[in-house]
């Protein structure tokens, strides 16, 4: 429980449903100065851990913070910081639920022998004959599933997400009636962990590099690569008759390879780190619909298994910013069916 | 509800309670003024101050009354060196001090004390000579708790006492899990100051106290009245007093009884647990405070057993009590040198006089099918 409205009405709809409910809230930040406190709004803050407590009281259900500082250190804001170090572009919400909530999480709730692990998330389970299916939320446009890829049959069986049957107006509705004094905070930020600039968990003094351009000329000394992210167009600052884009960054070189608008479209990607929610991995080629960020459209696709948990997409039409580090997540109408990280344009 | 967490805090003794009373309702007087209310509430804070001296074998005058356990080791440490001159500076304490000494010590060392940190033996016993080794003629203050709040075990105060005198350097020891439980003689303990504080010992909390030798200067952390002497201004919390005195009477009268009844329960506890797979008793059975039980069962991770005997209704912990009410590996287990995995393991179950035979075995029995299911759990999740 974040202490925002989602996990709070899922507990709330749960105990409605006649589960027998625990709270728990993650302990995910180092200890902190009143400053650092100032700035932090975000998902696992101190003063979620408050309203989540309150909600906790209101509906009647124990309450307990779980310390899972270690394990979010290690596994998400190290591998934040060193995705970045590598030019990469991370999304450590699905580094979260991965490594930390749906598998360290979950052995906790498991010890307090809860059957389920509930959370907030905007998304369906569903138990069909193949095995439990990961599917979209009924209101799509809070659909939660591309950063839920990393789940497979052994969590989808243990989870449970009471809000992705909703509409997310019904949710707030829900949470007033409720009397949830949380009912009108606004949704978390997509990055719970950096309410101002990622790059502050990144500040170590890098270098800076040199703008270059497909060919490879130089075209003059960059800010650190730390400062840009494929297809960004602020901060370049060099004088041209086109604005420039971030196409691609190299840390082994240290440079930014920019570029015009066009030449930020790519045909394909490959996909490293893949994972299918059914755990089988795929025997041939398959089209689906895929999606390389979070908030972008999905695009028709050829799915190419390459083995060594990598496949190739080739992409029906161009896709503009192919950012690696990025999720590529794969989808067949509702299905969620896996994903993966961008390892490379194509 | 079983309540098996005496050393986090106590219930209030009803009779105690009926002692505050009157000062919570009539006897409202501030007990600086000069007037008959004012009067009795002076009176009454004097005859607990007399109670408190008691206990501890020390003058009235040698009591400064403060907020409670955190306050006095605050006073102590950071006032008693400030108090004697620049020559002296140096800090001598143990690394399983609780965390108003540790944290108040860490502060000096931040202000350019130079900090001793000795380590306990694998029971958490300190050993005189360690500490001897560590303690100069730079040394200010030599402060060592009287007994471990988290395993129970009791520190040779008077030794270490005697070589802290021998190299002139002021002794204070963190007394708060002793005070009340077992006897405590600041002569026969040869120190100059001493914390404790009133609701581990079924007083109210927000209520402790100083013990600080008479001639032994201290600066005050709060100036303002000259109340406490002029070594704690501040208008005095007198029902919280009053309830501390009362406490403390009952407390010495009472102490074989409840020391006897307390280790009965406590032996009983651990013989009907000490056969599960993996069951160790931490600290020092030899030299532990009645009440105290720390186990550990190999493999099993602490907060799983605290949160599941909670949801069973029965109050442990996994350490001390930490106000965000997470659970951090205790510094006390990795301070007498378990690794960070173990030292996750602790559970803390502390038995206080209003325990009974049958609340002992429903968690003897509790505990067994949880320990039980984790491991079933731990084969079933890898």
């Known amino acids: ?346 | 509800m079983i309540y098996l967490d005496h050393a986090a805090t106590t219930p209030l003794d009803q009779r105690v309670l009926e002692a505050m009373l009157p000062y919570l309702r009539d006897q409202y007087g501030n007990a600086s003024s000069v007037h008959a209310m004012g009067q009795a509430a002076r009176r009454a804070v004097d005859q607990a101050r007399g109670e408190v001296a008691a206990l501890i074998g020390a003058d009235p005058s040698e009591i400064i009354f403060t907020s409670g356990g955190t306050e006095a080791d605050n006073l102590a440490v950071r006032g008693l060196p400030a108090a004697h001159g620049d020559v002296r500076t140096a800090i001598v304490t143990s690394a399983i001090e609780h965390h108003a000494v540790l944290h108040a010590c860490r502060a000096e060392e931040v202000r350019g004390a130079r900090l001793a940190v000795v380590r306990p033996d694998g029971r958490g016993r300190l050993d005189p000579a360690a500490v001897r080794q560590a303690v100069d003629d730079r040394t200010a203050l030599v402060t060592v708790m009287a007994a471990n709040n988290e395993l129970g075990t009791i520190e040779p105060v008077r030794e270490i006492a005697e070589i802290a005198h021998e190299k002139g350097a002021i002794m204070h020891t963190d007394a708060v899990q002793v005070a009340g439980q077992l006897p405590l003689d600041v002569q026969e303990l040869q120190v100059d100051a001493l914390s404790l504080t009133a609701h581990k010992f079924y007083g109210p909390k927000g209520v402790g106290a100083l013990y600080l030798r008479r001639g032994i200067a201290v600066d005050p952390l709060q100036t303002g009245g000259g109340q406490e002497r002029g070594r704690r201004a501040g208008t005095e919390n007198v029902a919280g007093i009053v309830g501390f005195g009362a406490a403390a009477r009952l407390a010495r009268q009472e102490m074989e009884v409840r020391a006897a009844h307390m280790r009965t329960l406590r032996d009983r506890l651990w013989r009907t647990l000490c056969d599960l797979p993996g069951a160790e008793r931490l600290g020092d059975p030899q030299n532990c405070l009645p009440g105290h039980l720390l186990v550990r069962f190999r493999g099993v991770d602490g907060e799983a057993l605290v949160l599941n005997l909670d949801l069973h209704g029965i109050c442990g912990s996994m350490g001390s009590a930490c106000s965000s009410g997470s659970l951090e590996a205790s510094h006390v287990l990795t301070g007498i040198g378990l690794d960070p995995q173990s030292a996750r393991e602790g559970l803390r179950l502390t038995v206080g006089r209003g325990n009974t035979t049958q609340e002992i075995d429903e968690t003897a029995s509790v505990l067994r099918r949880i320990v039980e299911r984790q491991r079933e759990l731990m084969v079933s999740h890898g």
């Open chain 1, 1 to 346: 429980m974040s202490g925002g409205v989602d996990s709070s009405v899922a507990a709330a709809l749960l105990v409605q449903e006649g589960y027998d409910v625990i709270g728990v809230t993650m302990e995910i930040w180092p200890e902190m100065s009143e400053e650092q406190m100032a700035h932090q709004g975000g998902c696992c803050s101190i003063g979620a851990v408050e309203d989540a407590r309150s909600v906790c009281t209101a509906l009647g259900i124990p309450h307990y913070v779980l310390n899972l500082r270690e394990r979010f250190h290690q596994q998400v804001i190290e591998n934040f910081r060193s995705e970045y170090l590598r030019g990469r572009t991370p999304n450590p919400c699905i580094a979260c639920n991965r490594e930390v909530k749906f598998s360290e999480l979950l052995r906790r709730a498991a010890a307090l022998d809860a059957d389920y692990l509930a959370t907030g998330h905007y998304a369906r389970v569903e138990e069909a004959e193949a095995g439990y299916r990961l599917l979209r939320a009924a209101d799509s446009r809070k659909d939660q599933t591309y950063v839920l890829w990393g789940l497979g049959q052994s969590e989808l069986r243990r989870v449970l997400f009471p809000v992705g049957h909703y509409e997310k107006p019904e949710i707030r509705k829900v949470a007033q009636s409720l009397g949830l004094r949380t009912w009108d905070k606004p949704d978390s930020q997509e990055i719970c962990f950096v309410s101002g600039d990622y790059r502050q968990l990144v500040t170590e003094a890098l270098p800076k590099g040199r703008f270059v351009d497909r060919l490879g000329q130089d075209l003059g000394e960059s800010p650190p690569i730390t400062h840009f992210t494929v297809g960004q167009r602020r901060g370049i600052g060099l004088a041209a008759e086109r604005p420039y884009y971030v196409l691609e960054l190299r840390s082994g070189e240290n440079t930014v390879v920019i570029g015009h608008r066009e030449e930020l479209d790519g045909r394909g990607c490959i996909v490293e780190d893949v994972h299918f929610v059914s755990d089988a991995w795929p025997e041939a080629a398959f089209d689906c619909t895929v999606r390389i960020r979070a908030h972008g459209r999905e695009a028709p696709a050829r799915v190419q298994p390459l083995g060594a948990g990598r496949v190739g997409v080739s992409f029906l039409e161009a896709q503009t910013a192919i950012a690696p580090g990025q999720s590529a997540v794969f989808y067949a109408g509702d299905d969620c069916l896996g994903g993966g990280i961008i390892e490379q344009a194509i």
